[in-house]
């Protein structure tokens, strides 16, 4: 059996559950004596963990780092920059130099031997909740032991994301010790990951920073010092999707940013650069790649990976509605799958606001699948794969299982899942062991 289509037997066969819901309701509680943090994850976002992992083969995960690796590189070169930045808000213009963007998430879909890297975002949610997840896996058998991340695999991924931020404060420039960070978002409290921000704020603290969890309108901007209340915030954790701070209530912080009186990331330049998905109508675009000189083999990497992606123009109307089955329409500026449709979905109404909005078109990449036998009913769970990158380094991959068109963390048995490698334990003695527990050919 061939490592991918072993990965796949296992996701359509292996029913353990390595979700241990005691212990991820005790990493959920722990130290928020004050906030039962289970308690608010089941009542407002039930379905956010998925009771099983996914598999997927190592050499599809060391893939998705190279197309990671082949998309920084372009993004690097100063023509593509000149090219990109032009088409960019004025705001955006700024931080040539100084901090790269915390938290980038590169989301692929992994299947029928395809992988495909289906968008990338700058303000990629749920690596702290993926962390909590990983510490409440359990060894469901021996041949899962070595899969499974170790409470030091955890410790490290936690250690990473404060470094990550105390690196973007010096690379901005600063000399003093970072002090204090927000957590930013509109109305956070109301936010469907505001469990989240809570597991940010508790790790920033436990390694000595303050941390508050604000929207923008609770922040003042006054002698040169960005204030929440009376604490002076040295760095935001902008999880906005007003990426280049255009909103009324965005005013404060985007006069902040501009005045140099914070550090803020990820950035307005850094979602023009990665996140504006008109990019990936150059990554899958020979001609106007080799205009850029970028190098051969990197224009193969992402020729091969990235989903041929166009505008939408009116112009083209008649051929992208034929085309439609098999496409998928994206905002050029959209986030969490908002306003994002499969093209065999598509209503006439929809399709005329499409055509005067501003969307891509990609080529349909079939999603990955996973066997669920909840309920005593076995049913089939799509599923992607997010990578969560800084400088171009992956920091963790997390899978997310839905039913639908996108991820939505609604559906029953869905939500985020672990992400667990075969290789590493791939012999004929696991399969054999796997074949007789899950009952795989």
Known sequence: MHRSSYSQALNNGCFCLTLDSDALAHALDAELAAVQLSELVRERCPYLFAARPVFVAASQLDRMAEVIRAVETVVALPAYRKQVLGLAPEIAQRGRAGPKGAFFGYNFHVGQERLGLIEINTNAGGAMLNAVLARAQRDCCAEMKAMTPTLGDVDAFEKRIVDMFIHEWELAGWKRPLASIAIVDTFPKEQYLYPEFLLFQQLFERHGLRAVIAGPTELEWRGGVLWHGELAIDLVYNRLTDFYLVDPESATLREAYLQG????????????LYADKRNLTLFSDALRMKALGVAEAVQQVLLEHVPHTEVVVAADAQRLWDKRRHLFFKPVAGSG??????GDKLTQRVWQEILVGEY???????????????SDAVKTMKFDLRAYTYEGAVQWVAARLYQGQTTNFRTPGGGFAPVYSVVDTFDSQIQDSCATTCQLP
């Open 261 to 272: 009186g914070v550090v803020l990331t990820p950035h307005p330049q850094a979602h023009a």
């Open 337 to 342: 799958s908002r306003a994002t449709y499969r």
């Open 360 to 374: 891509v078109a990609q080529a349909f990449v079939t999603p990955g699948e996973r066997q669920t036998d909840d």
